[in-house]
């Protein structure tokens, strides 16, 4: 029988399924409150696999493996654990109603099988979304506490549905090949930071114009960074590829104060530290005029 691991990297007590009454009674006499369920070495009841989390007090954290066989198991134990804030596993649609986990505050669904049903989950403040099927954000639209939002490996094409959510500070989208349109984060009034890694179907960023909120922008490739000047609270920004290598645009900018970019290129109109420089000038100056 595999052993029990203690992973100080992530601080997750691994626990193959087969063991995991024997688990979770050493979790709780060690106080490690996060758990990694992995799959079972030997053959077993899986049906009743869950049953020793019912009642459990003392994990705060679930992280179940994607090689483990939710098919085969009764999930509802897991509607009985009277601390959960973490939890981390794929979808399976009809198998799993995460709105019955009340106390959930970050849900990360690592895969899913099909698109996934409307979520209303009143006290979610993170969640990450990795190869979902889904096409839109409409099914998230009722997470009203929602802060912040990760889409990764997706088919998303838009982001309908996120101006629901009035408290959304942070969005990470990535790897998102059919993503075309992200124009509704300026519907969103607490949005501060922007991160866009990888969605080729968007390098330009034109819609960015006179945002009011966003002070955080991250895109791997922009075609052009003519926005910036009218994005009215822009602190940071950071790129890996500028297509027209104009960063001239960036000191007319009356809020930003850093930039930061790698790797430099040659038809860049500046070097990163010259750019910098001339930013801290302008803003001193823009200061001293008023």
């Given amino acids: 029988m595999k052993k029990l691991t203690y992973n100080e990297n992530t601080g997750d007590l691994e626990i193959p399924?087969?063991?995991?009454?024997e688990g979770l009674l050493y979790a709780k006499k060690k106080s490690i409150h996060n758990i990694k369920i992995t799959k079972a070495q030997i053959?077993?009841?899986?049906?009743?696999?869950?049953?020793?989390l019912v009642g459990d007090d003392?994990?705060?954290?679930?992280?179940?493996?994607?090689?483990v066989n939710l098919k085969k198991i009764n999930l509802e134990p897991l509607y009985q654990l009277k601390n959960l804030k973490k939890l981390v596993m794929q979808y399976l649609k009809g198998r799993i109603d995460f709105s019955k986990i009340s106390t959930l505050e970050a849900l990360y669904i690592t895969k899913a099988d099909q698109e996934i049903d409307c979520l209303s989950i009143y006290g979610l403040e993170e969640l990450l979304l990795v190869?979902?099927?889904n096409i839109d954000c409409k099914f998230i639209s009722l997470l009203s506490e929602l802060k912040i939002l990760r889409i990764s490996?997706?088919?998303?094409d838009n982001l309908s549905g996120i101006e629901m959510l009035d408290k959304l500070e942070v969005i990470k989208l990535s790897h998102c090949p059919d993503l075309t349109d992200i124009s509704s984060v300026n519907k969103l009034k607490e949005l501060s930071k922007l991160y866009v890694e990888k969605c080729k179907e968007i390098n330009s960023f034109e819609?960015?114009?006179?945002n009011k909120?966003?002070?955080e922008l991250f895109l791997s490739t922009v075609n052009s960074l003519s926005f910036i000047p009218t994005m009215k609270c822009i602190k940071y920004l950071k790129f890996w590829e500028l297509k027209d290598g104009d960063l001239n645009y960036l000191l007319k900018s009356p809020s930003l104060e850093k930039v930061?970019?790698?790797?430099?290129k040659k038809h860049y109109t500046h070097k990163k530290e010259e750019i910098n420089n001339l930013i801290v000038r302008s803003a001193k100056a823009s200061a001293e005029g008023r």
């Fill in 58 to 67: 003392n994990i705060r954290s679930i992280y179940i493996a994607d090689d």
């Fill in 207 to 210: 819609f960015l114009n006179e």
């Fill in 43 to 52: 053959s077993l009841d899986y049906e009743s696999a869950f049953a020793s």
């Fill in 153 to 156: 490996s997706a088919r998303i």
């Fill in 17 to 21: 399924l087969e063991s995991l009454s």
């Fill in 213 to 215: 909120t966003i002070n």
């Fill in 260 to 264: 930061d970019f790698y790797p430099q």
């Fill in 131 to 133: 190869s979902i099927k």
